[in-house]
């Protein structure tokens, strides 16, 4: 935002005396103000205020129709932060007027006859004060837009950096990076439906990627085994809830922060018989009971090396036969309320082999 010079400067002169108006010109244009509003009437000056944005006000009080105090009312009224200065000129020297003047938003007063010396030095002032107060406010502006776009940037940043967490777990699994973009989709329409707020609801889409990334430090001999794992096995490919838990306890923003609730808790089941701490109910934070949904759902529903897609109207079912056991029973009932948006999802994001 540029500031214009001194001289540039809008000035709005308001006296309902025509010929006031014309000596108040004259004296200005001779100082070199020629960006001038000579006003007569004040029922216009709000829609002339409006429209110009003056730097300064040099107004009359004692006029028909509104007088000067009503005037700075209306003007008041507009809460405009960058609100110029007003001058009042006043045939009234008494201190009551003055006070008055003042507490109505005047800056300074002009008691009438005024000389050419005292009027030009209010104005400059004036002018002088209010620039600069509209320069430091354009640089407070830009500043602020540099620091929020700095701002923007490293939380993208950081976003790429959590998905490419994500992902590289997820390549560990012989899984594709679309299982993370379809089930983070499916957990942020389910939080959506319960009543999470647009902001949560995104944190929830950018910190569910990492749900398994615990897997990083499962063994390939257990992690990628085609068949079934024996008993000991099952117990180590269990920790990777714990270990994606530990992966993300030192980041303290409220992403990572949902990140490390959603890794631990994620395969906690309804009726407390999931891992790793056995929680039921409501007892498991409900970010892991949405993922627990959106992660098993898209798994059946997806193929793998070792197992063909299950088809997703079967996958859906499986969700409604074990609501109320792994599933909280709510989130399930989301969860079918919007299948047709699930199933777009679904359908929009399929594996290449799939489509």
């Given at each position: 935002?540029?500031?214009?010079?001194?001289?540039?400067?809008?000035?709005?002169?308001?006296?309902?005396?025509?010929?006031?108006?014309?000596?108040?010109?004259?004296?200005?244009?001779?100082?070199?103000?020629?960006?001038?509003?000579?006003?007569?009437?004040?029922?216009?000056?709000?829609?002339?205020?409006?429209?110009?944005?003056?730097?300064?006000?040099?107004?009359?009080?004692?006029?028909?129709h509104?007088?000067?105090?009503q005037?700075?009312?209306?003007?008041?009224?507009?809460?405009?932060?960058?609100?110029?200065?007003?001058?009042?000129?006043?045939?009234?020297?008494?201190?009551?007027?003055?006070?008055?003047?003042?507490?109505?938003?005047?800056?300074?007063?002009?008691?009438?006859?005024?000389?050419?010396?005292?009027?030009?030095?209010?104005?400059?002032?004036?002018?002088?004060?209010?620039?600069?107060?509209?320069?430091?406010?354009?640089?407070?502006?830009?500043?602020?837009?540099?620091?929020?776009?700095r701002?923007?940037?490293?939380?993208?940043?950081?976003?790429q950096?959590?998905?490419?967490?994500g992902?590289?777990?997820?390549?560990?699994?012989?899984?594709?990076?679309?299982?993370?973009?379809?089930?983070?989709?499916?957990?942020?329409?389910?939080?959506?439906?319960?009543?999470?707020t647009?902001?949560?609801?995104?944190?929830?889409?950018?910190?569910?990627?990492?749900?398994?990334?615990?897997?990083i430090?499962?063994?390939?001999?257990?992690?990628?085994?085609?068949?079934?794992?024996?008993?000991?096995?099952?117990?180590?490919?269990?920790?990777?809830?714990?270990?994606?838990?530990?992966?993300?306890?030192?980041?303290?923003?409220?992403?990572?922060?949902?990140?490390?609730?959603?890794?631990?808790?994620?395969?906690?089941?309804?009726?407390?018989s999931?891992?790793?701490?056995?929680?039921?109910?409501?007892?498991?934070?409900?970010?892991?009971?949405?993922?627990?949904?959106?992660?098993?759902?898209?798994?059946?529903?997806?193929?793998?090396?070792?197992?063909?897609?299950?088809?997703?109207?079967?996958?859906?079912?499986?969700?409604?036969?074990?609501?109320?056991?792994?599933?909280?029973?709510?989130?399930?009932?989301?969860?079918?309320?919007?299948?047709?948006?699930?199933?777009?999802?679904?359908?929009?994001?399929?594996?290449?082999?799939?489509?």
């Amino acid at each position: 935002m540029s500031i214009q010079p001194d001289n540039q400067a809008c000035i709005f002169v308001i006296d309902n005396e025509p010929a006031n108006l014309k000596l108040l010109h004259k004296i200005l244009v001779n100082q070199g103000y020629s960006n001038l509003v000579l006003i007569q009437d004040p029922r216009e000056v709000l829609d002339r205020y409006i429209e110009l944005r003056p730097d300064l006000i040099l107004l009359d009080i004692n006029m028909p129709h509104l007088d000067g105090y009503q005037v700075m009312e209306k003007l008041k009224a507009l809460e405009d932060p960058m609100l110029p200065p007003i001058i009042m000129l006043t045939a009234q020297s008494g201190q009551d007027y003055m006070l008055k003047a003042l507490a109505a938003g005047a800056r300074d007063f002009v008691v009438k006859p005024f000389t050419r010396i005292e009027l030009i030095m209010r104005v400059r002032n004036l002018l002088d004060a209010h620039l600069a107060h509209r320069l430091v406010h354009a640089q407070k502006a830009t500043l602020e837009r540099m620091v929020q776009h700095r701002t923007d940037a490293l939380y993208q940043a950081r976003i790429q950096v959590v998905h490419c967490l994500g992902r590289a777990a997820e390549y560990r699994d012989n899984e594709t990076g679309l299982h993370i973009v379809r089930m983070s989709l499916y957990s942020a329409l389910l939080a959506k439906s319960l009543g999470w707020t647009d902001s949560d609801c995104e944190l929830l889409l950018h910190a569910s990627p990492m749900h398994d990334v615990g897997k990083i430090g499962i063994p390939d001999a257990i992690l990628l085994k085609p068949g079934k794992l024996e008993p000991d096995e099952w117990e180590v490919m269990k920790t990777h809830a714990a270990i994606g838990a530990e992966i993300l306890e030192h980041g303290d923003s409220e992403l990572l922060c949902l990140a490390r609730v959603i890794a631990l808790s994620h395969h906690e089941k309804w009726d407390g018989s999931g891992y790793p701490n056995g929680l039921a109910g409501n007892a498991i934070p409900q970010a892991g009971r949405i993922v627990a949904v959106a992660d098993v759902f898209d798994a059946l529903a997806s193929s793998r090396p070792y197992k063909k897609a299950w088809p997703v109207e079967e996958a859906a079912a499986y969700i409604g036969a074990n609501a109320g056991k792994h599933f909280d029973p709510i989130v399930a009932e989301h969860f079918y309320t919007n299948w047709a948006a699930i199933l777009d999802i679904h359908n929009s994001h399929m594996e290449p082999q799939e489509r």
